[in-house]
């Protein structure tokens, strides 16, 4: 074989090398159980996992957990979703909610970042967005009287009790447009506010 075409085979070769060994890892034997690799299961914190030096580690090993255990966790019989949270002291979770109380087998941590279980009942889609509601639901119409209409992202309550509804720019203040003291409507102009 010429050095030429040797050349030209050699990236070839190394990238078939680099990908058969990404596949070896990927399916060598894991543990599959929910709390997964080891048994043991610390308490949570910054210092909790070798590795976890910052807020965002944490919050990225929380995120990590969900999205890895969230595929069975769903298909247990009462748990309705899953997301990451904060719990009372400020560090992260993984959140399982529930269509009622005492759902069984949960477990109390996954991959050494802990659980924190919360009745929600059964998520529905509520039937007319559009529709005027006090206090306005997430997910509802809404908007400035200058657009057409956006939807209410999230409610919000600050340390001093004052509650507020997150949206995007264009939606609640005009893409910079607004003034202070200006109207938001529920529904948005667009469905009829």
């Known amino acids: 074989m010429s050095a030429h075409r040797m050349a030209h085979r050699t990236p070839a070769i190394a990238l078939a090398l680099v990908t058969t060994a990404a596949l070896w890892l990927g399916c060598a034997e894991r543990d599959e159980s929910l709390t997964g690799p080891g048994s043991e299961q610390p308490s949570f914190g910054v210092s909790a996992q070798p590795g976890l030096n910052t807020a965002q580690d944490a919050f990225d090993a929380a995120i990590a957990a969900q999205e ?36 069984g087998n949960i477990p109390q941590h996954l991959d050494n970042v802990p659980v924190n279980v919360e009745v929600t009942g059964m998520f529905v889609a509520d039937a007319d967005p559009t529709s005027r509601a006090r206090p306005a639901p997430v997910g509802y119409s809404v908007g400035h009287p200058d657009i057409t209409a956006g939807t209410i992202g999230a409610r919000v309550i600050d340390a001093s ?28 102009p667009f469905d009829g506010g």
């Not at 069975?72 to 009622?100: D, Q, S, W, Y």
């Not at 720019?169 to 607004?178: R, T």
């Open 68 to 103: 890895r255990h969230t595929p069975r966790l769903i298909r247990m019989e009462g748990v309705v979703g899953t997301a990451v949270g904060l719990n009372p002291a400020g560090r992260p979770v993984v959140k399982i909610f529930t269509e009622r109380s005492g759902v």
């Open 161 to 188: 009790g004052n509650h507020y509804i997150l949206s995007n720019n264009h939606v609640l203040a005009n893409s910079n447009g607004a003034s202070l003291g200006d109207a938001i409507l529920q529904p948005g």
